[in-house]
């Protein structure tokens, strides 16, 4: 058997953990051709197949798993081993990877990072915004930002932000041609722009009064994606739509919106930034929780 090098075991590792070559590639800086082509090499020299591949998936071997439970471990502790070495920098420094939905990043966390990076201007950001529930470690994100309901039971979470409310809304014009909803019920009655997740399901419209707790599955003519399009569409008056309070509230003041439903729209805690109980984290990772902590 030819030898096997750490650069060598590093393309396995990437691999392994993405479960794609694209990604893989993307991480690595390389075109995701020459990775295929580096792993096979890797596997003509061990004489043992790795990965199985086709067109649509990636997926290990039993002897790929066996490797990849015992190279893993050992990897992290050198990446531990060079974090510490940041102990004696003045300032942390590398750079974080943070996957967040798009009103996440919009209302909460892009003014954080802003001051975050003015506090410790030797660290990068980048923010992935994916209103999708991705797997976080598996996209190579030191962390992610999501609802609290929405953050594994294995994951540390931290609350970022104040809390939130939803709010349902539509142009006054559409007032003229549609009679107030008085009750959550009153919705089945009426139009009502659907918002669909990534994932194909729609989200439930979410109320609550009185100790009574309602999930209604609205239905209308219009579904999006995308929740500043569902603003511009409530503007134009294609129906009701159910946002943040404060991605509209600006255009309620002004007259644009007219909300309703006020007294069914309770608060809800607020995002939260979570990530893998590693043993150790980043230092670029810790001060960024420790600014979120300090900030609240």
């Not at 502790?77 to 590398?94: K, T, V």
């Not at 209103?131 to 309901?149: I, K, S, T, Y």
């Not at 309620?252 to 309770?266: K, S």
């Amino acid at each position: 058997m030819r030898k096997i090098g750490p650069a060598d075991l590093a393309i396995f590792l990437a691999i392994a953990q993405h479960r794609s070559f694209r990604k893989a590639a993307v991480e690595l800086g390389v075109t995701a051709s020459a990775l295929s082509h580096a792993l096979r090499s890797i596997e003509e020299r061990l004489e043992i197949r790795l990965v199985n591949r086709t067109t649509r998936s990636v997926a290990l071997t039993d002897a790929g798993q066996q490797l990849f439970s015992r190279v893993n471990p050992a990897f992290l502790d050198i990446e531990d081993a060079l974090e510490d070495l940041n102990a004696f920098r003045g300032q942390p420094s590398g750079k974080l990877r943070i996957n967040a939905a798009r009103a996440a990043a919009k209302l909460v966390l892009l003014p954080i990072i802003s001051k975050f990076l003015r506090a410790y201007p030797a660290v990068e950001v980048e923010l992935l915004v994916d209103d999708a529930l991705v797997d976080m470690v598996a996209e190579g994100c030191d962390a992610g930002v999501r609802f609290g309901e929405m953050v594994a039971a294995d994951m540390i979470a931290v609350p970022i932000g104040p809390r939130h409310r939803f709010a349902v809304v539509a142009s006054p014009g559409y007032f003229v041609q549609h009679p107030e909803p008085v009750t959550p019920h009153d919705l089945s009655q009426q139009p009502c722009i659907r918002y669909r997740f990534a994932g194909g399901s729609f989200y439930q419209w979410e109320f609550e009064k009185g100790g009574i707790e309602l999930e209604i599955e609205v239905a209308g003519p219009l579904t999006l994606g995308d929740q500043d399009l569902m603003i511009g569409a409530a503007l134009d008056g294609a129906g009701l739509a159910y946002l943040f309070e404060e991605q509209v509230q600006t255009l309620v003041a002004e007259g644009r919106l007219q909300r309703v439903l006020e007294d069914w729209c309770p608060y809800y805690p607020g995002f939260f930034l979570y990530y893998p109980s590693r043993r150790q984290l980043p230092t670029a990772m810790r001060a960024f929780v420790d600014f979120l902590k300090v900030g609240r």
